[in-house]
C-alpha cells in the first residue's frame, strides 16, 4: 500500500524543514559527493583516489618535523577510521609511496615515512586538487575565505 500524499505533505510541513535544499547536512552531503567524483577524476591523472591523496598529503604534512609520521595521529588528524587510514597505508606502501615500520614508542601502532616517490606523486597531486578546490568553491574557499572561515568554525578550530 503507498503512502497517502497528503500525510507525506502534511509531514514535509510539519516535521522538517520544508525542502532538502532548506537542511544544511542533506547540502553537504551532496556538496562532498560532487567534490570527490571531481577530484577523484581530477587524481586520476597522478593514480591516486582522493582519500590515498588526503592519507599520503597528511603523512607528509605530519613528517616535515621528525621526519615519521604516528598512524594513530594520522587518523585522529584526518577524522578517518583507523582500519581506513591502515588500508590507505599498505595500498600506498604498496605503491611505494610511503613505509610503514612497528612504533618502538606506541606498540602494536605504526610509524610512517613518506618516500621521494611519495614526494614526487604529491607534488603531482597537490596542483589537481587545488584545482578543484578552486574550481568549486572559488574565492570563498581560498585559505582566509569566508567559506574556509565558516566550515573551519564549524569544527571548532576558527
Do not use: Y
Request: glycine residues 8%; hydrophobic residues 45%; positive net charge.
Amino acid at each position: 500500500m503507498a503512502a497517502d500524499r497528503r500525510a507525506l505533505a502534511q509531514m514535509f510541513a510539519d516535521v522538517t524543514l520544508g525542502s532538502p535544499d532548506n537542511a544544511i547536512g542533506f547540502v553537504l552531503w551532496r556538496l562532498v559527493h560532487r567534490f570527490q567524483r571531481k577530484i577523484d577524476r581530477a587524481l586520476a591523472e597522478a593514480n591516486l583516489t582522493h582519500l590515498q591523496f588526503t592519507t599520503l598529503a597528511l603523512v607528509a604534512w605530519l613528517s616535515r618535523e621528525e621526519g615519521v609520521a604516528q598512524q594513530v595521529e594520522i587518523s585522529r588528524q584526518g577524522d578517518i577510521h583507523p582500519m581506513q587510514v591502515s588500508l590507505m597505508l599498505k595500498t600506498l606502501a604498496a605503491k611505494g609511496l610511503v613505509i610503514r615500520t612497528p612504533s618502538e614508542a606506541r606498540p602494536p601502532g605504526k610509524c610512517v615515512e613518506i618516500t621521494p616517490e611519495g614526494i614526487a606523486a604529491l607534488r603531482r597531486a597537490m596542483p589537481l586538487a587545488i584545482e578543484v578546490q578552486r574550481d568549486m568553491f572559488g574565492e570563498p574557499g581560498r585559505p582566509g575565505g569566508s567559506l574556509l572561515k565558516a566550515l573551519l568554525q564549524s569544527l571548532g578550530r576558527s
